[in-house]
T-cell receptor, first 111, second 115 residues
Framework: QKEVEQNSGPLSVPEGAIASLNCTYS??????FFWYRQYSGKSPELIMS????GDKEDGRFTAQLNKASQYVSLLIRDSQPSDSATYLC???????????FGQGTELSVKP | DVKVTQSSRYLVKRTGEKVFLECVQD?????MFWYRQDPGLGLRLIYF???????EKGDIPEGYSVSREKKERFSLILESASTNQTSMYLC??????????????FGPGTRLLVL
């Protein structure tokens, strides 16, 4: 069974701090990795995708992928209260494959 | 911008009713998906479709069926609604990108309450 694991949280950080969200996956054959943000009562919104080892930066967000250790992380710099949401990690295992989602990590940014 | 729309944001139905949830995307995507999301259980895949008239069972297809008669529309059908189908239903559409990559986008969701 292919699995994607995330700490459920809640993760609480003060405004302006760096929030670090982690995700591990079970299958070494995975190819594509995604981070979704989901506000309470809303649908998931795609915020980052990463496909190769290393870092990918987009504004205040940085995705990090380490295939050897089978983890992917999301860093949010200068966290804002508006970043408070649940962050879902998703992994795609092959070319035509479905996305496998983690349970999500709830992030709370305190003013 | 990719746009995925769902027919209703909120729906209240009675046990035993037949329920239709509609999803439409306007980007000519081939791949479409139906999920349900429940507290503590995360996102679970019900059905998906890789093309018109094609459908594949996901992880929890029991009690559901789907229809994909046109590329832009993917319908989820609850043949006889039950209270354990009360949930948030999310449709997603996926576009291929260069190099075998994809981007998957969700609709706004339908919160279904079965009484």
């Amino acid at each position: 069974q292919k699995e994607v694991e995330q700490n459920s949280g809640p993760l609480s950080v003060p405004e302006g701090a760096i929030a670090s969200l982690n995700c591990t996956y079970s299958d070494r054959g995975s190819q594509s990795f995604f981070w979704y943000r989901q506000y309470s009562g809303k649908s998931p919104e795609l915020i980052m995708s990463i496909y190769s080892n290393g870092d990918k930066e987009d504004g205040r967000f940085t995705a990090q992928l380490n295939k050897a250790s089978q983890y992917v992380s999301l860093l949010i710099r200068d966290s804002q209260p508006s970043d408070s949401a649940t962050y879902l990690c998703a992994v795609r295992y092959n070319q035509g494959g479905k996305l496998i989602f983690g349970q999500g990590t709830e992030l709370s940014v305190k003013p | 911008d990719v746009k995925v729309t769902q027919s209703s944001r909120y729906l209240v139905k009675r046990t035993g009713e037949k329920v239709f949830l509609e999803c439409v995307q306007d980007m000519d995507h081939e791949n479409m998906f139906w999920y349900r999301q429940d507290p503590g259980l995360g996102l679970r895949l019900i059905y998906f479709s890789y093309d018109v008239k094609m459908k594949e069972k996901g992880d929890i297809p029991e009690g559901y069926s789907v229809s994909r008669e046109k590329k832009e529309r993917f319908s989820l059908i609850l043949e006889s609604a039950s209270t354990n189908q009360t949930s948030m239903y999310l449709c997603a559409s996926r576009t291929p990108l260069a190099g075998g990559r994809v981007a998957q986008y969700f609709g706004p969701g339908t919160r279904l309450l079965v009484l």
